[in-house]
């Protein structure tokens, strides 16, 4: 399979700009799709307590910002204050988080990680880790100015996606 991906790699150049687009767009797709699925699998990191990607990513973005609030973290992720509430509910039964309110202010609500919400973080953070090794070392082949290329397409996406949802909303 790497091989198919570096032939395609190698081959970029001889596309005209319409394929470089179409193949751009159908890789991102393949890319949503794949993430996607792993949306739907969850994990057992050894406590026999199903943790969903989703979960994971709630618990990394309490653990790295614990004086945030429900709203920031739901800014964070992308997501409704909605869904975080009913993310927040399940991994509050699964023993990972806890809600913790701040003195003197009624509204806000912080997240504070429990002994198995930290060590889910650390399971994590890991993971991340390794998945980000790739990455760098493909970065560190690049240029400042090609990685602000590739960092304004994704930016293009990421509106097009927001143009998408409002499409369908």
């Not at 409704?80 to 993310?87: D, E, N, V």
């Not at 889910?120 to 880790?129: D, G, T």
């Amino acid at each position: 399979m790497q091989t198919k991906k570096l032939l395609r790699m190698q081959q970029v150049d001889k596309l005209s700009l319409d394929e470089k687009v179409d193949s751009l767009i159908g890789s991102g797709i393949r890319i949503l799709n794949k993430a996607y699925a792993l949306e739907k699998k969850p994990v057992d990191i050894g406590h026999g307590v199903l943790l969903y990607p989703s979960e994971f990513h709630l618990i990394e973005t309490a653990g790295k910002n614990p004086a945030e609030n429900l709203t920031s973290i739901a800014s964070r992720l992308g997501v409704t204050k909605g869904a975080i509430s009913q993310m927040v509910k399940k991994l509050e039964k699964k023993g990972v988080i806890k809600k913790v309110r701040v003195p003197g202010n009624k509204k806000d609500i912080l997240l504070e990680l429990t002994d198995f919400g930290k060590e889910a973080f650390e399971w994590h953070k890991s993971l991340h880790e390794s998945m980000e090794t790739g990455i760098r070392k493909e970065l560190e082949k690049m240029s400042d100015a090609e990685i602000e290329t590739v960092l304004r397409v994704y930016g293009h996406l990421e509106g097009m996606l927001d143009l998408c949802m409002e499409r369908y909303r």
